[in-house]
Structures are given as C-alpha cells and as structure tokens.
C-alpha cells in the first residue's frame, strides 16, 4: 500500500478561490514534499518541508505538517485557472537514498 | 544546465517485445530515479543509482525488468517481454545527491515515457 494517500480525490473550485488537500501517511518520515503534475506528464516539485517544521510558505502555497497524526496540507490560495493540476505528496522511505513515495494524487480543477 | 530529459516520449509496442526507455539526467547530478505511473495513479518507485554504489533495485516489479546507468550519467530502463500490464508512463529524475542520509532533496523528472503494449 502506500505511504502517502491524498484526500480529497478531486477537487473542483472557482478561480479565486481557496485549495486545501491533505496527505495523510503511515510511517515516520524525515521529509515530505508537495510535487504538481500536468496532463499526466513530468512532476514539477512544490516545496518540502522537513520533520521538525510545522509550517511553510512560497508564494500562494502553504503547507502544514503535523508528524504526531501523521499528515500534512497543502494549500494554495486565490487559485488561478493555471492551477489545474494533480498534486502529488511524497515522504522518503528509507534511512539511505532519496527514494520517493508518493501519495496518488489530488486532481484540482480551476474554474475560470 | 538542460532539465531531465527521456525518449522516447511515446512508444507503442507489441506484447512479448522488448523495449528501451532512456533517461539523461541533469549534468552533475549524481542520483537518479525511475518510477512508473500507471493511468490515474500515483508514482511507483522501480530503481534508485546513486554514484558508484550499487543501485537499489527493490521496486522492479518483475525480473523483466532492468536498467543500468552507464558512466554515472544516462540510465537506460529495459524491459523485456512486455505486457500489456506494463503499459504506464515511465518517469526518470535526479537529483544532486551526496545528502546525508535521510536527507530529502529535491527530485528534477523528465517528462517521461508513454508506453503503450498492445
């Protein structure tokens, strides 16, 4: 099964308005990073917020952290038809390397 | 320098044929990746190179599948004797590498490989 599991699924909103999804996971991590995804294609990395961070901020996007229920947010604020991605959170998953492990994704479509 | 770049960017094959995905990772980058993603769906880790160590071969679902990294740079992905289950995008990134461990870096993907086994 997998590490990270985005909630919600899919997510439709008006341009302008707020975007939350939340990854929940299952094992301790060192990191997680938010990564977007367009048209099925190459992932673009967000940000990464590291274990011992509650909060972080670039731009439109806030991420929250919280390691004792084992989740983290992402939100981006007054969306822009652009926007229109899947997003993706990923942990690492080992002591050594950088192996990614990746939730399955929340679909965000932006309305115009 | 270029981001990550894969070819071929679409493959259609037939079941039971083999095939080569290519990857040239960012120049100097010392890690690199594959994982695959099938329709919908999340990233599944396949293989992880790091430098000269011995890669990390524990997501490879099957011994159909191998790859190699050839001179600390490009990555070559073969599988053999597909099947219409390895129909996915198959996605290559790297990253600058010699973290320490449990360090996260950042990951740079390509645009990856849609592979269609019919």
């Known amino acids: 099964s997998q590490q990270g599991e985005e909630d919600p699924q899919a997510l439709s909103i008006q341009e302008g308005e707020n975007a939350t999804m939340n990854c929940s996971y299952k094992?301790?991590?060192?990191?997680l990073q938010w990564y977007r995804q367009n048209s099925g294609r190459g992932l673009v990395h967000l940000i990464l917020?590291?274990?011992?961070?509650r909060e972080k901020h670039s731009g439109r996007l806030r991420v929250t952290l919280d390691t004792s229920k084992k989740s983290s947010s992402l939100l981006i604020t007054a969306s822009r038809a652009a926007d229109t991605a899947s997003y993706f959170c990923?942990?690492?998953?080992?002591?050594?390397?950088?192996?990614?492990?990746f939730g399955g994704g929340t679909r965000v479509l932006v309305k115009p | 320098g270029a981001g990550v770049s894969q070819s071929p960017s679409n493959k259609v094959t037939e079941k039971g044929k083999d095939v080569e995905l290519r990857c040239d990772p960012i120049?100097?980058?010392?890690?690199l990746y594959w994982y695959r993603q099938s329709l919908g769906q999340g990233l599944e880790f396949l293989i992880y190179?790091?430098?000269?160590?011995?890669?990390?071969k524990s997501g490879l679902p099957s011994d159909r599948f191998s790859a190699e990294r050839t001179g600390g740079s490009v990555s070559t992905l073969t599988i053999q004797r597909t099947q219409q289950e390895d129909s996915a995008v198959y996605l290559c990134?790297?990253?600058?590498?010699?973290?320490?461990?449990?360090?996260?870096?950042?990951?740079?993907f390509g645009p990856g490989t849609r592979l269609l086994v019919l």
């Open positions: 990134a790297s990253s600058p590498g010699g973290g320490l461990a449990g360090e996260q870096e950042t990951q740079y």
């Open positions: 094992t301790s991590i060192n990191n």
């Open positions: 917020i590291r274990s011992n961070e």
């Open positions: 990923a942990t690492d998953i080992g002591a050594a390397g950088n192996k990614l492990t």
């Open positions: 120049s100097g980058h010392t890690a």
């Open positions: 190179f790091q430098g000269n160590s011995a890669p990390d």
